[in-house]
């Protein structure tokens, strides 16, 4: 329920989005560097200077800088960090990754840093989309898991219990290092918008199902009048086996051909995931496949072990892609039919 409420307010326009969704008001943190940093307040858009605060001096907290309207009502920190705090770098990747480039950039993160997936938290974003050369150009932002860790204990002492978003100063607080703290699941629903549009997406979809209702009656009708007479039962006789033929032969053409879909759905099952697709073909039941892999010599064997699968094979010679060390591989296969028994 979660993921469907959160893809469906990504779909929606900003405007209409902000009557579904409410950002809660955020105290936000921007580090000037380890040891001291600028306070803001933010709601509503709008941001507000409250002063800057010192880590090391323990007599201040940073709820004092938190204003008195907003005393008592739930709110969000947020720990900035500086451009001394964060490693920036861009790399190029291949435009088939735009999707899921955060995920592919986790699985590469200790071969374009020092640092692995558990001891730093990362981003990745789009900078450039180069469709003539087919690839991305991604900034990544990565900070040492510790160096966070060390700010967050300080803050706690201050008296903040928890950070709920880190985020880089430079992109001013769009890129968010570790999804884990998003604070998207934070947000509150506005109830009575959200009932307006289930009523008005459940009619939606009910008025056409009441349509059709109503049509298949008309239809039963005339079909009651027609059976009075043999001549035009006949008439419907013949069409009805006219259908029913055109149905037979719909399903013989589904066991005996392979579907597209049915086969993206075994690929997409099969193949492991240091492995991406960039082309599929089906042409009858010739099936081929372009794309990159870290072990491209691995994918005939796995394909060859499924049963919907015969004579895999390579059809051209297996490449070095330079940019990110990965093989590119063009795969011919045949495409076995399930027959019904």
Not at 19 to 39: A, E, K, N, Y
Not at 255 to 268: F, G, I, N, Q
């Amino acid at each position: 329920m979660r993921w469907w409420g959160e893809g469906l307010s990504a779909s929606l326009p900003d405007g209409l989005r902000k009557l579904f969704r409410s950002d809660p008001p955020r105290l936000v943190l921007h580090m000037q560097d380890g040891q001291q940093g600028s306070v803001l307040w933010e709601q509503d858009g709008k941001q507000q200077e409250r002063g800057n605060f010192l880590l090391t001096d323990t007599d201040a907290s940073l709820t004092d800088f938190v204003p008195s309207r907003a005393a008592g009502k739930p709110y969000q920190v947020e720990l900035r960090l500086g451009q001394g705090q964060v490693l920036q770098m861009q790399r190029h990747f291949p435009e088939a990754v735009k999707d899921n480039l955060r995920q592919v950039v986790g699985y590469q993160l200790d071969r374009l840093t020092p640092f692995t997936t558990e001891n730093a938290l990362f981003d990745a974003q789009i900078l450039r989309h180069d469709k003539t050369r087919k690839e991305v150009l991604a900034d990544i932002y990565v900070a040492p898991r510790h160096v966070v860790d060390r700010l967050v204990r300080q803050m706690t002492d201050a008296g903040i219990d928890g950070v709920d978003v880190i985020s880089v100063g430079e992109t001013a607080g769009k890129v968010r290092l570790g999804r884990e703290q998003d604070a998207a699941a934070t947000r509150g629903w506005s109830m009575i918008p959200l009932y307006l549009f289930i009523g008005a997406l459940a009619l939606s979809l009910l008025a056409p199902l009441g349509y059709k209702f109503r049509r298949l009656e008309q239809v039963e009708t005339a079909l009651a009048e027609v059976r009075k007479s043999s001549a035009e039962q006949m008439t419907v006789r013949d069409k009805l086996m006219e259908a029913e033929d055109a149905l037979h032969f719909l399903e013989e053409k589904r066991r005996t051909s392979p579907v597209a879909l049915d086969v993206v759905e075994k690929l997409s099952t099969d193949i492991p995931d240091h492995t991406w697709l960039e082309r599929l073909s089906l042409d009858g039941r010739m099936l081929e496949i372009r794309g990159e892999s870290g072990k491209a010599l691995n994918l005939i064997d796995i394909l060859e072990e499924a049963p919907e699968f015969a004579d895999v094979r390579f059809k051209s010679p297996v490449t070095r892609n330079k940019d990110n060390g990965r093989d590119r591989f063009h795969i011919e296969a045949t495409v076995e039919v399930a027959h019904a028994e």
